[in-house]
C-alpha cells in the first residue's frame, strides 16, 4: 500500500511540472536577466531538495528516522497539503500572466501584480511550492523530508533578494509601498 501512497505524491509532482512546462511559452520579452552563475547558486540547494526526496527508503542514518509516527491520516494530511500549495502556486502562475519567468528576470514592460495571491504575499510561487515540498515532507514522515524543506528555503531566499532588488530598481516607491503593505512568503508572518 504504501508504494500506491508514494505513487500518488511523485504523479501530484508530474502533473504540476508538466503544467509548469506547458504554459511556459508566451512570456514578454526579457529586458534584463540574471546570471548564470546566480542561477546556479538558487538552483543547486532545490536540486539537492529534489534528491533528498527521491532517495529510495533505507533502514540507516538519520534521515530516514520518522519525525513522526507513519499513519494513514498524516500521509493524506501531507497529500492535502502537498495539492494546496502546487494549486496556490498554479494560481500565482496564472495571475502574473506574461510577466512570469523561471529565471530571475525584468520583461519589457513589465507589470507590478498586486492582485489575486499576490494581494496575500509577494512571492505566492515561492510560497506554494514550498508548501508543496512540505506536504511532501509531512507525507513521507522522514526527517530528510525536513531537510529538503530547509533546503528549499535557502534556494527561494536566494533567488528572493535577487528578485526584491530588482523589482525595487524597476518599481521605485510602488514596490516599497508593496513591501511594507504585503508580505514576502508567508502572509501575516514572513
Known amino acids: 500500500m504504501r508504494n500506491f501512497h508514494g505513487t500518488l505524491i511523485v504523479l501530484i509532482w508530474i502533473g504540476w511540472i508538466l503544467y509548469w512546462y506547458a504554459t511556459a511559452r508566451n512570456g514578454k520579452t526579457v529586458r534584463r536577466l540574471e546570471s548564470h552563475w546566480s542561477r546556479t547558486a538558487h538552483s543547486l540547494p532545490l536540486f539537492a531538495a529534489l534528491i533528498l526526496l527521491a532517495i529510495p527508503e533505507s533502514e540507516g542514518g538519520w534521515m530516514f528516522a520518522k519525525f513522526i509516527p507513519r499513519t494513514l491520516a498524516e500521509y493524506w494530511l501531507g497529500v492535502a497539503t502537498l495539492s494546496i500549495g502546487l494549486s496556490f502556486s498554479i494560481w500565482a502562475r496564472r495571475h502574473l500572466g506574461t510577466n512570469w519567468s523561471g529565471t530571475v528576470t ?55 533578494r535577487l528578485e526584491e532588488q530588482w523589482m525595487t530598481e524597476t518599481f521605485g516607491d510602488a514596490y516599497r509601498r508593496y513591501c511594507a503593505e504585503v508580505k514576502s512568503l508567508i502572509p501575516f508572518v514572513l
Open 106 to 160: 525584468v520583461k519589457v514592460d513589465h507589470e507590478l501584480i498586486r492582485t489575486g495571491p499576490y494581494r496575500l504575499v509577494r512571492h505566492p510561487i515561492y510560497t506554494g511550492i514550498l508548501v508543496g515540498f512540505l506536504g511532501t515532507a509531512i507525507s513521507l514522515s522522514e526527517w530528510r523530508g525536513l531537510a529538503a524543506v530547509a533546503l528549499v528555503i535557502i534556494a527561494f531566499s536566494l533567488k528572493i
